[in-house]
C-alpha cells in the first residue's frame, strides 16, 4: 500500500521565520513529488514538484528530496501571514496514474 | 490564464438522488482525474481518463461512474448518494507528454447530501 505520512500539526512559525514541513513516502517506485497549498474549501494549488534527489528553490520555497531516506520537504522562508494553509504533500509513480497525498500539515504563521 | 473548470460549485441533493460532476480541463491536458475530499481529510483519488479511456480506479464506490467525452471533459456520475458522499470534488489535469509538470486542480464541486 502506497503511503503518504505527514504531521498533522499545526504547525506554528513566527512571521518572518523559516516553516519546514516534511513528508515520508513508502513506495520506492515514486518518481515525482508535489507540494500542494490549501487554503480552507479551495482546490489545492501547486507550490513545488521535485524528482531528483537535492534541492530545488523557487523564490522563498524550497524543496528537498532524499529518495535513499524516503523523505521530501519544503521550506518557506520568510513566512507570511498569507502563508497559513494547510501544505499537502504528493507523490506520483509507482504503477499508480493518480496523486497520492498526505493528509496535509496545518501550517500557521503568527504576525 | 484558463484553468481547469468545474460545474457546479456547489450542489445540494437529498439522500438516494443523483448528481452529476463536470470538468472542463485546460486544453492540451488530456489526463484528468477525480479526487474526493471530506472534511478534515486530504484528497482521496477516484478514477482517472485518458483520451477518453479509463486509466486507473480508485478508492470510486460503484454507485459512480464518470466518462471522459471527445473535447477531453469529464462527468462524475453519482447515483443513490447517501449523506456520507458530502464532500469537496476536485477534477485535475494534466498533461500526459509533461508528467513532471504537476496536476492543475479545478475550483471543485462542493455536494451537500441532506
Known amino acids: 500500500q502506497k503511503e503518504v505520512e505527514q504531521n498533522s500539526g499545526p504547525l506554528s512559525v513566527p512571521e518572518g521565520a523559516i516553516a519546514s514541513l516534511n513528508c515520508t513516502y513508502s513506495d520506492r517506485g515514486s518518481q515525482s513529488f508535489f507540494w500542494y497549498r490549501q487554503y480552507s474549501g479551495k482546490s489545492p494549488e501547486l507550490i513545488m514538484f521535485?524528482?531528483?534527489?537535492g534541492d530545488k528553490e523557487d523564490g522563498r520555497f524550497t524543496a528537498q528530496l532524499n529518495k535513499a531516506s524516503q523523505y521530501v520537504s519544503l521550506l518557506i522562508r520568510d513566512s507570511q501571514p498569507s502563508d497559513s494553509a494547510t501544505y499537502l504533500c504528493?507523490?506520483?509513480?509507482?504503477?499508480?496514474?493518480?496523486?497520492?497525498f498526505g493528509k496535509g500539515t496545518h501550517l500557521i504563521i503568527q504576525p | 490564464a484558463a484553468g481547469v473548470i468545474q460545474s457546479p460549485r456547489h450542489l445540494i441533493k437529498e439522500k438516494r438522488e443523483t448528481a452529476t460532476l463536470k470538468c472542463y480541463p485546460i486544453p492540451r491536458h488530456d489526463t484528468v482525474y477525480w479526487y474526493q475530499q471530506g472534511p478534515g481529510q486530504d484528497p482521496q483519488f477516484l478514477i482517472s481518463f485518458y483520451e477518453k479511456m479509463q486509466s486507473d480506479k480508485g478508492s470510486i464506490p460503484d454507485r459512480f461512474s464518470a466518462q471522459q467525452f471527445s473535447d477531453y471533459h469529464s462527468e462524475l456520475n453519482m447515483s443513490s448518494l447517501e449523506l456520507g458522499d458530502s464532500a469537496l470534488y476536485f477534477c485535475?489535469?494534466?498533461?500526459?507528454?509533461?508528467?513532471?509538470?504537476?496536476?492543475?486542480f479545478g475550483s471543485g464541486t462542493r455536494l451537500t447530501v441532506v
Open positions: 521535485i524528482y531528483s534527489n
Open positions: 504528493a507523490f506520483s509513480g509507482g504503477g499508480a496514474d493518480g496523486l497520492t
Open positions: 485535475a489535469a494534466r498533461d500526459r507528454g509533461a508528467p513532471r509538470d504537476g496536476y492543475t
